[in-house]
């Protein structure tokens, strides 16, 4: 019986179970296939409901992670196979190279300004550049950058470039790192692997990418971010102006994925009080059908915001929202509460888009061979009441891995899982 | 002991170096005045936080033996746990040390480097001034028990108290009732979140009954407890028979439950009891015992009305699980007979889970809903006000409700005795909402359930579990616990017996010794946060590696 655990993903759950597990004594493989620990918590400025840094939230957290002498954090890396059953499982874990040595990097930063290259940056929700050597954001955590084999001039074959080796004051960087496939042992394997958001540049009725006053509601959390693109100044892309006037729409594909994402009510009261903050003069919609606030703390937060910053717009049919360039403005037309079509004229469009499973999680699963539901998310197992494990004896789910849900009910099942981990051994 | 000081300036590889004149720095500070009649040892290095500076500055303090120790390199958020660890590898306490912060305060906030190098000066200066009213305190270890008292054997504490016993670990679960799993019982069905067989959650009963290692108190309150992590003395008292128990623990967990609201407390709701309004409890229960709504007559309704958000509006917050358990009832109805008429009245519906959406649209086509503003009740008469503005009224044969959960009333009482705080709702307060939400402010008690506000089955047990994941990584068997070091001390000879501390205390950290008339600090259970030697009227009390006089010293030279 192995007593190490493999946690595959690193954000608020995946980093609560470790430094439990690790408190407990025992040895943890932390997978993280980004170049940086954290999740998708720091990609917000504040977190509702109240409205605290989550930087402060989540740093502390990240350092304790990095100076665990138990836990063995692996980023740009991904988990290739699964071997044998609960108590001996053999993980064959593939490790990107990085090309710049951990130890030796300190962060200074001096090796991005000479990278001649360019290229998007999704991290940042494709709203602003990088180069070939970067970290995804400022105070990204380990604060060592990674560089892109694909894209990077000299590891690509285009030219002998060696500007950013040159820059370095430390030598750390190391072009003739290899990727590397790593076998571990482990007992127990906790699936954290987080949730990406819809896709909604196919859903025509809202105009997303056609119109460039349509963001989607990770775009805005990096638009208002003070280490974001704009560095927290609330401009339109297009027009570099701020918007005069701000439509958020709730719910926004909620029926094609066939559930609530039971955070967005929430998140988009907290887009209109950010909007009134940095704006105050700006005039601020929400639109909704129902109004979900599944803690006790939320009516409250919705409340006050409601009262202050927005005017909250109820429309009958969330299919029937449309969205179209009108002059330079954009129009919502919707459906009132009388059943009629009604609209309103506005600079910028802020969409809450549904919670998804992520991105190439399915074949995740698939290697673990865990079964999933209907939509993509882990199933945990029904007869079990309330309970993180999957189908696969010896492997648990937490956080958003499992299906929406909000940051506390995230560590809650993080926390589940260590319990069943524990109780077994 | 003479004083030698160690001064060790990092250079963080260009980050300070090309920022600051680190030797115009040294030089200063060997000209200091008054530090003349000390012996100081003043160096560079390129990266102390290194392997290399690590080693380095081990060799330093054992070669030289000194008495303090001031680092001059980054934020102490980045490496003051990396140089408190150097220092535990040699004689040098760890507390005679001091990091000050030259990178973000000096060197990457100054484009002058002649004035980042004059505030570095000032600064690490501070720091020496400091270190020298700075006092060693040492780590102590103490005895933990790793038994657990959990309190509520409803499906929550059953669920804590299973996953948290094992072969070396008790658990001492106390209902104040007759039995165990009460609410449970009077389900006739699960929703899908919740697995479909309700057979799992009556095993659990007799699982913990047949559980060695858990011992049942049913008619048993909490009588009293004092105590702090790994070490609560606590009385259990048998209601019947006056019977008392005296056993210690080192973890609780509370899951007391939550009540429901009752209706005819609301204004809009007038009713009797012999109306034919009942609430969603009370159907629930009519279904599992008859399998059969009936009026109180005996016959069966043609039309039923199920009202949603019942005094939501005085609450201030969403029940989270009505919405759900209507749309159950509503399958009940609709699977008894479908003569009967059935219509929800609701302002909005929150499924927030995964499983909800689906549930809820399998019963779309069976009900009439209907979205409303307002609603009020006078016996079964239900006057409504749409979301379009219509007003209508009717009559339906029945009414069911959806009251709202509300804090058991013995909140209070437990959250006095166990010195943990209640929100402003009367539920019990999480350490953390989002990142501790199952802790509290007290180390060692722990909540889950509705006892920390409105929660499903499903979610009621997770916490359970995952309250038993925090028991067994805080409270390993035969593991000592080192509390925290830097904690408030108070001078006996300045207390005068004002208790304002007591009340700023938010870990009950301070107890009042009635003999002696003065308050006494429990320093297992002291956080160091400073509030009671901020509120001490007389200045009696004082935070070790915090004090007056240490701040003072630093102070005095960053502002001069």
């Not at chain 1, 915001?305 to 909250?312: D, L, M, N, P, Q």
Request: include cysteine.
């Amino acid at each position: 019986m192995n007593n190490n655990v493999l946690i595959i993903g690193s954000g608020i759950a995946g980093m609560d179970a470790s430094l439990m597990l690790s408190r407990a004594g025992k040895k943890v493989f932390l997978v993280e296939k980004l170049s940086l620990i954290g999740g998708k918590i720091i990609k917000n400025e504040e977190s509702f409901p109240n409205l605290d840094c989550s930087t402060c939230l989540i740093a502390p957290i990240q350092q304790d992670i990095l100076q665990d002498k138990n836990i063995e954090v692996m980023t740009v890396s991904t988990v290739q196979k699964v071997e044998g059953t609960a108590g001996n499982f053999k993980v064959k874990i593939f490790k990107k190279a990085r090309y710049v040595n951990m130890q030796d990097c300190l962060g200074c930063g001096m090796c991005y300004p000479p990278c001649p290259v360019s290229q998007i940056n999704e991290w940042e929700e494709n709203l602003m550049e990088k180069k070939a050597v970067y970290v995804p954001t400022a105070g990204s955590l380990p604060n060592v950058p990674v560089i892109d084999a694909d894209k990077c001039l000299r590891l690509n074959g285009t030219e002998e470039c060696n500007k950013c080796a040159e820059a370095c004051m430390f030598g750390a960087i190391d072009f003739t790192e290899k990727d590397e496939e790593i076998e571990v042992e482990v007992g127990s394997i906790i699936v954290a692997t987080g949730f990406d958001t819809l896709d909604v540049s196919e859903m025509e009725n809202l105009g997303y990418g056609k119109i460039s006053g349509v963001y989607t509601a990770l775009e805005f959390e990096r638009l208002f971010s003070s280490n974001g693109p704009t560095e927290g100044k609330l401009t339109l892309r297009d027009s570099k102006k701020s918007p005069e006037s701000i439509a958020i729409i709730h719910c926004v594909g909620r029926d094609d994925v066939g559930y609530c994402s039971s955070v967005c009510c929430t998140y988009s009261a907290k887009h209109a009080h950010f909007l009134k903050h940095k704006l105050p003069n700006a005039k601020i919609y929400n639109f909704y059908n129902d109004i979900c606030l599944p803690d006790k703390t939320y009516q409250k937060f919705h409340e006050k915001i409601k009262g202050h910053a927005t005017e909250f717009i109820f429309q009958a049919d969330r299919n029937k929202m449309n969205i179209i360039q009108k002059g330079a403005k954009i129009e919502v037309s919707y459906i009132d509460k009388k059943d009629i079509k009604n609209s309103v004229l506005v600079d910028m469009v802020i969409l809450a888009n549904a919670m998804v499973p992520a991105n190439s999680s399915t074949e995740l699963y698939e290697t673990l061979g865990i079964e999933t539901d209907k939509y993509g998310f882990v199933a945990s197992q029904t007869f079990r009441i309330g309970s993180v494990a999957t189908s696969k004896p010896g492997i648990f789910v937490a956080g958003c891995a499992e299906g929406p849900k909000d940051i506390q009910s995230s560590v809650i099942q993080a926390e589940a899982a260590v319990a069943q981990i524990l109780s077994k051994n | 002991m003479s004083d030698k000081i160690g001064i060790y300036v990092c250079e963080c590889g260009p980050n300070i170096a090309s920022r600051v004149h680190i030797d115009k720095i040294m030089e200063d500070l060997a000209k200091l005045e008054d530090f003349k009649d000390k012996e100081l040892v003043i160096k560079n290095h390129k990266l102390l936080c290194s392997v290399d500076g690590k080693k380095f500055l081990e060799d330093e303090i054992n070669e030289n033996g000194f008495s303090h120790l001031v680092l001059a390199a980054c934020s102490p958020r980045d490496h003051d746990t990396t140089f408190i660890n150097v220092c535990k590898k040699t004689k040098l306490n760890p507390y005679m040390y001091r990091i000050i912060n030259i990178r973000e305060q000096c060197a990457w906030v100054y484009s002058d480097k002649d004035v980042a190098t004059e505030k570095a000066v000032r600064y690490i200066h501070a720091g020496m001034n400091r270190v020298l009213y700075q006092k060693p305190l040492n780590e102590t270890e103490l005895d933990s028990n790793p038994d657990v008292l959990v309190i509520g054997g409803g499906t929550t504490g059953i669920e804590a108290a299973l996953s948290s016993a094992g072969e070396n670990r008790k658990i001492f679960l106390i209902e104040k009732e007759e039995n165990l799993g009460d609410l449970t019982s009077k389900l006739k069905e699960l929703l899908p979140r919740q697995g479909s067989n309700l057979n799992v959650l009556k095993q659990r009963i007799s699982d913990v009954q047949n559980n060695k290692n858990i011992r049942i108190f049913t008619n048993t309150e909490l009588e009293s407890i004092v105590g702090f992590l790994g070490n609560f003395e606590i009385v259990l008292k048998n209601k019947k028979s006056d019977e008392t128990t005296e056993l210690l623990v080192g973890a609780v967990v509370m899951a007391n439950g939550a009540e429901l609201q009752n209706p005819q407390e609301l204004t809009d709701f007038n009713f009797q009891n012999d109306d034919n309004v009942f609430t969603a409890q009370e159907v629930e229960e009519m279904f599992s015992q008859s399998d059969k709504l009936t009026l109180r007559n005996g016959n069966e309704p043609k039309s039923v009305a199920l009202v949603h958000c019942v005094g939501r509006k005085d609450l201030g917050y969403c029940s989270k699980i009505c919405c759900n358990y209507l749309q159950k009832i509503a399958h009940y109805i609709n699977e008894q007979s479908n003569n009967i008429e059935i219509t929800e009245f609701y302002k909005h519906l929150c499924l927030p889970n995964k499983e909800d959406q689906e549930y809820h649209q399998k019963i779309t086509d069976k009900v009439n809903f209907v979205r409303i503003t307002d609603i009020s009740l006078c016996g079964t008469e239900l006057n409504l006000t749409k979301i379009n503005g219509e007003n209508s009224t009717l009559k339906p044969d029945m009414v069911i409700l959806a009251t709202g959960i509300i804090p058991a009333k013995d909140n209070p009482k437990f959250a006095k005795m166990l010195k943990v705080d209640l929100d402003e709702r009367g539920f019990f307060n999480e350490a953390h909402l989002k990142k501790d939400p199952i802790s509290t402010n007290t180390d060692g008690v722990f909540i889950a359930g509705t006892t920390k506000g409105p929660a499903g089955i499903s979610e009621s047990i997770l916490q359970a579990q995952a309250c038993a994941g925090k028991i067994l990584t805080q409270l390993i068997p035969g593991q000592k616990i080192i509390p925290e070091v830097m904690v408030s001390e108070i001078l006996e000879a300045y207390c005068r017996g004002c208790k304002t501390c007591l009340d700023v205390c938010g870990f009950g950290a301070i107890y009042f010794d009635e003999d002696k008339g003065v308050s006494i600090v429990n320093e297992a259970i002291c956080r160091g946060c400073g509030n009671c030697v901020g509120s001490c009227p007389s200045g009696s009390i004082r935070t070790k590696y915090f004090t007056n006089p240490q701040l003072y010293q630093e102070v005095k030279e960053a502002l001069r």
